[in-house]
Every structure is written in C-alpha cells, then in structure tokens.
C-alpha cells in the first residue's frame, strides 16, 4: 500500500501543508520504516516495520549532538570553546560548513550547523576534539547507545554517511530522541533553528515541516542512497508531545507526507491508530 493510500485508509485528510509525491516510482524498494512514540511515557502508538536493521543516514548525528551536549554540560566544552577543523573533517562529502582544514569555529556555532543543515564535516571535527579521532569517537556513540537502551544499533561513524554508517531501526531512533528531549531540553532548541548564516550566505534547515505542522519543533533528517529518506521528528501539543521516526521513504516528500500524518495520528483517538506491527 502506498503512503498516500495508507494516509487515506486511517480516515485522515492529507495536510494540506505539505505536497503529495506527484508520481510513483514503479521500482520495487524495501518497505517503509515507522514508529510513532508518546515523548512522556514511552509508549508505541503506532508502528511498522520499526525492528527493520536500516542505515542511519544523518540521524546518526543525533547520537554525534548528544555527546556534544553531554560534554558541555560537564563542562569538557564551552559555548565558545573554539573548534579546530581536522584534515579528516574537511574530507567528508556534503553536506558540509565548508570550513578549511585548520580554520576554527565557534562550539555553539558549529553544533547549529550540525544540527540545521546536518554538516559532515563540522560533525567528524567534533568527534575528533571530544575523543582524538573519529574511531574513539564511534566507540563512544555505541556505549552511548547501549546505555540508554538503544539495542539494535551499532554506529560506524559520526556523520551516517556510506558505506560505514552502521545500522539502527526506527525503534532506537525513536528511543534516542526521546532521550535527547528529556535530558537535554535546554539544547534540544537547536533543531527549531530555522536558518543559520555562514559567510553572507544564509542556509535554511533541512527540516522542511517546521512551521508546518503544529507544534513541531525537531529533530533530524537523513538521506543516503542506501537509507533513503529519514526524518524523526518531535511536536507538542498543550502537554503532550509526540515523536515520529520514518527511515527509508523512497522521496522526501513522501517523507515528509508520512511524517507530517503520521504526528496527527500519533494525537489523534486510539481508535484511529492502525494495529502496532
């Protein structure tokens, strides 16, 4: 069943916010990861296909900001600790900053640009300033993720870029973004950032439902050819808050289509949820 199929079978109207994919790719492709989570108690409300083993894409760098927010918040960083770009961070394909091996940047502003426009190269350079090299730092992301209940994944790298990204489901994205919501609301805020400016030039967060849909203020998206289309995302409502985690949508807008239906059937009744697979 299509995404839009699947929309209109749940008795939802399509948002009007956000555009239908206008043809179909007849391609044959791995079916659809999804997982819909209530933020406050940990509760599944709806999913499919979430223990599916997927390439992370960028949302590996939700674990990436969580190291970093962790460090700052015991003080190995600053805000305004100046962050030294690395001969292997200036390497990694785009999404990048841009910034020249041995230039510096800002902590604050370097972990906006990861978390606005998802740059591989400020993301490796912050792996290799919290623990010597990008191989340290990986090992860090996997205790990380042990530790917080992320069973069925293993990093490969800071970034998610191929081939060595490793694997998750959109179960553990879904757990670690509850998890960077709860113990790190004070720099949760970064993901609304709508925009960032680097050298003149002004570049919009990837995260194109903001402002979208209602209440929705996070997290990341991801995009490799292996992975697909990735977005988890947070919204909240009155006292509610709800995330969605869709991984291997074949286009973004049937991405962001699945999302962005999939919030509202998160604080819709029960009765309107389809049975959790």
Known sequence: MSIVS???AWGLP?????????????????????????AGTGEVLESENADRARPPASLAKMMTLLLAFEALDAGELKPGTMLRMTAAGERQQPSRLGLRRGRSIRVDAALRAVAVISANDIAVAIGDRLAGSERAFVARMNARARAIGMT???????TGLAP????????????????????????YRLFSTRSIS??????????????KVAGLDGLKTGYTVEAGFNLAASAKRGARRVIVVVMGAPSASERDLLVANLMEVGFSEPRL???RR
């Open 14 to 38: 399509l948002l009007a916010a956000v555009s239908a994919p206008s043809s179909v790719d007849a391609a044959p492709r791995a079916p659809v990861s999804d997982i819909v989570m209530d």
């Open 6 to 8: 699947r929309v209109v």
């Open 198 to 211: 680097w050298e003149g030039r002004s570049r919009p967060n990837h995260n194109k439902l903001l402002g």
């Open 152 to 158: 069925d994944t293993r990093f490969g790298n800071a």
């Open 273 to 275: 949820r389809r049975p």
């Open 164 to 187: 060595s990204a490793g694997r998750t489901t959109a179960r553990d994205m879904a757990i670690l973004a509850r998890h960077l919501i709860r113990a790190e609301p004070r720099h």
